[in-house]
Every structure is written in C-alpha cells, then in structure tokens.
C-alpha cells in the first residue's frame, strides 16, 4: 500500500479536481483486473450496488473502504 501511495502522490500531484476526474474515468474505461482479465466496472456485487443506490437516494453518503491486512 505504501508504495501505492508514493505512485499515487508523484503522479497525481498538481492536477485539478477536474483533470483528476479525467484521469480516473480514462482509467476505469481500459484497466483490467488482472486476475479475471475484466474491466473493474464489470467486477460488482449487483446487490451492493442496490444497497449503495437505495442509501444515496435517502441522504446518506456511501463510501468503500478496504480492510488492511494486519
């Protein structure tokens, strides 16, 4: 994760809110997983999806968090 996070902030440092939304649209749209070789977008647990719908639509704020292995 550390080194993840050090690609991250050379990388991404000095963009816009917007030119990072650039970013990370073109990356969804090519990136594969590499295990499944499928898009990410295509790797998703439909009833969570609903879940995270139905809390959005009744006002509250849904975030993904991963847990760190300890």
């Known amino acids: 994760m550390r080194d993840i996070e050090k690609i991250a902030l050379a990388t991404l440092t000095g963009l816009t809110a917007d030119e ?5 649209k073109n990356w969804l749209a ?8 499928r898009p990410y977008m295509e790797l998703v647990y439909q009833p969570m999806l609903e879940a995270m719908t139905y809390l959005r ?3 509250f704020k ?8 300890a």
């Not at 990072?20 to 990370?24: H, I, K, L, M």
């Open 20 to 24: 990072f939304a650039v970013e990370a």
């Open 30 to 37: 090519s990136a594969k997983h590499p295990r499944w070789n």
């Open 57 to 59: 639509a009744n006002g």
């Open 62 to 69: 849904t975030f993904i968090a991963r847990r760190r292995k």
